[in-house]
T-cell receptor, first 113, second 113 residues
Framework: GENVEQHPSTLSVQEGDSAVIKCTYSDSASNYFPWYKQELGKRPQLIIDIRSNVGEKKDQRIAVTLNKTAKHFSLHITETQPEDSAVYFCAASHPYGNNRLAFGKGNQVVVIP | DTAVSQTPKYLVTQMGNDKSIKCEQNLGHDTMYWYKQDSKKFLKIMFSYNNKELIINETVPNRFSPKSPDKAHLNLHINSLELGDSAVYFC????????????FGPGTRLTVT
């Protein structure tokens, strides 16, 4: 089955700096890669996703890049703000149907004002 | 209105009791899920239903029994609650086969004493 790993587990950045979180996946047949943000005590929320037919996608201050050859994808947050502090989960689609996602273990991002 | 809703939000109960958590989505999605998130924040898939049919059944104790009376509802019944069942349980839904994006409910924090 699909295995997803995230690095680093915790990331602290100064407000205004950029944050990058990287995920690797194991099954080359996976074709959908979302990122979820979970604030303390809240639900995971889909913030951006990418499919395997594109290499990069941007939405305001966040972007996701995908390297299919190396089987990794990254979340980039620019001009970080305190409200970006959260746990971020990456995921990859299981290639064998059932709309199943394999989640990484999450990264705690702390933005220091 | 909240697209994916769960009740109750908090549930405190004693070991050995039986309890249920309810989930409803008004998005017209075909697939619904139950996840367990423990204190380490890892999101673990438990069950998934597609149009009332069970399609994912992870290695979960048979004390846990999902029921989907229609495609907009997915309930989780837990018998003989144990201390290790304490966690946050998230319901999620996904539009249709192959779409993969999942939208989470607000979560139910279960505490077993």
């Amino acid at each position: 089955g699909e295995n997803v790993e995230q690095h680093p587990s915790t990331l602290s950045v100064q407000e205004g700096d950029s944050a990058v979180i990287k995920c690797t996946y194991s099954d080359s047949a996976s074709n959908y890669f979302p990122w979820y943000k979970q604030e303390l005590g809240k639900r995971p929320q889909l913030i951006i996703d990418i499919r395997s037919n594109v290499g990069e996608k941007k939405d305001q201050r966040i972007a996701v890049t995908l390297n299919k050859t190396a089987k990794h994808f990254s979340l980039h947050i620019t001009e970080t703000q305190p409200e970006d502090s959260a746990v971020y989960f990456c995921a990859a689609s299981h290639p064998y149907g059932n709309n199943r996602l394999a989640f990484g273990k999450g990264n705690q991002v702390v933005v220091i004002p | 209105d909240t697209a994916v809703s769960q009740t109750p939000k908090y549930l405190v109960t004693q070991m050995g009791n039986d309890k249920s958590i309810k989930c409803e989505q008004n998005l017209g999605h075909d697939t619904m899920y139950w996840y367990k998130q423990d204190s380490k924040k890892f999101l673990k898939i438990m069950f998934s239903y597609n149009n009332k049919e069970l399609i994912i059944n992870e290695t979960v104790p048979n004390r846990f029994s999902p029921k989907s009376p229609d495609k907009a509802h997915l309930n989780l019944h837990i018998n003989s609650l144990e201390l290790g069942d304490s966690a946050v349980y998230f319901c999620a839904s996904s539009p249709q086969e192959g779409s993969y994006e999942q939208y989470f409910g607000p979560g139910t924090r279960l505490t077993v004493t």
